[in-house]
């Protein structure tokens, strides 16, 4: 079992910028990569960036550009360095792993994630 937890959300203006923290902790832990999702108010979750445990790297054409995914494998921790925000950013963010190797399924429930709020 692999517990992840979020955090670095919070309030920034159009053309700002913020990084996320994802903290894995478990055996294997990256392992099987980790990647962002968020939900914006009223919207589906969808997929931001992932990135494997050989270091593959995929964003949604939404944020290809502005938003860079990295990880520190000694610390289990993966990172979303967030720039160039747009007031359509704004939403709950969270990290998980993909399930079947895909960014389509996810392995575990998802936790509280963190807000990120874009004001224009």
């Known amino acids: 079992q692999v517990q992840l937890a979020e955090s670095g959300g919070g309030l920034a203006q159009a053309g700002g910028s913020l990084r996320l923290s994802c903290v894995a902790s478990?055996?294997?832990?990256?392992?099987?990569?980790i990647g962002w999702w968020r939900q914006a108010p009223g919207k589906q979750r969808e997929f931001v960036a992932g990135?494997?445990?050989?270091?593959?790297?995929e964003y949604a054409d939404s944020v290809q550009g502005r938003f860079t995914i990295s990880r520190n494998n000694a610390e289990n921790t993966v990172f979303l360095q967030m720039n160039s925000l747009k007031p359509e950013d704004t939403a709950v963010y969270y990290c998980?792993?993909?399930?079947?190797?895909?960014?389509?399924?996810?392995?575990?429930?998802w936790g509280q994630g963190t807000q990120v709020t874009v004001s224009s």
């Open positions: 478990g055996r294997k832990s990256l392992f099987n990569g």
């Open positions: 990135i494997t445990s050989d270091g593959s790297i």
């Open positions: 998980n792993q993909p399930q079947y190797g895909s960014w389509s399924w996810v392995r575990y429930l």
